[in-house]
């Protein structure tokens, strides 16, 4: 089986502050973990993904995240949002398996 | 490259109507999915399809129907809309299975259907 919880499904933060967009997974075996982004009236953007290589994945738009084991989770981080970055952003995973199951999403907000 | 293209972007429907929702992408994909987007939720999965004449049901096909004629067409049928159904739709497609190396799929915009 597969899963995967994201906490907080409002995030807000200021322009230049760090963001944290957190997601844990469920998993039996070796998960396969994406982060994607959905801008307003559009389809969603691979963020980035993590496929078992290195466990701190780098990102498109200054983003990445860090696979825990440990911890089952793979939280998304950014150092210093900007306000392009408003947007919905969605955790997803697959063992291998099965499609993809994708979160319930968080919005994030950049207040100037 | 136009990537994944689905139509119409916007549709409103009373109960009972029938309409379907196109998908194509010129990409060559084998695989192709179509899932749902309600308010609040992430993605379910309605159908997917590993290649020209093959679909399967995924976690939420009820009231749906799917055909896979050509490797660029995935359409989408709703035959007696309900209010349930209304919802954010998007389409997406990739080289392999999702499953495989994680690979990545590529999505539509979306199209927005309301039943009334």
């Known amino acids: 089986a597969q899963s995967v919880t994201q906490l907080g499904s409002h995030v807000s933060v200021s322009e230049g502050a760090l963001v944290l967009l957190r997601c844990n997974y469920s998993s039996s075996v070796p998960p396969y973990l994406f982060w994607y982004v959905q801008y307003p009236n559009q389809g969603l953007q691979l963020l980035l993904k993590y496929t078992s290589a290195a466990t701190l994945v780098k990102g498109i738009n200054g983003f990445e995240a860090e696979f825990k084991k440990s911890e089952t989770s793979f939280h998304l981080t950014k150092p210093s949002a900007h306000m392009s970055d408003a947007a919905e952003y969605f955790c997803a995973v697959t063992t291998g398996r099965r499609a993809l199951t994708f979160g319930s999403g968080t919005r994030l907000q950049v207040q100037p | 490259n136009a990537g994944v293209t689905q139509t119409p972007k916007f549709r409103i429907l009373k109960i009972g109507q029938s309409m379907t929702l196109q998908c194509t992408q010129d990409?060559?994909?084998?695989?192709m999915y179509w899932y749902r987007q309600d308010p609040g939720m992430g993605l379910k999965l309605i159908y997917y399809?590993?290649?020209?004449?093959?679909?399967d049901k995924g976690e939420v096909p009820n009231g749906y129907n799917v055909s896979r004629s050509t490797t660029e067409d995935f359409p989408l049928r709703l035959e007696l809309a309900a209010p349930s159904q209304t919802s954010v739709y998007f389409c997406a497609s990739s080289y392999t299975p999702q499953q495989i190396s994680g690979n990545t799929i590529y999505f539509g915009e979306g199209s927005w259907l309301t039943v009334v």
């Open positions: 990409m060559n994909h084998n695989y």
């Open positions: 399809s590993v290649g020209a004449g093959i679909t």
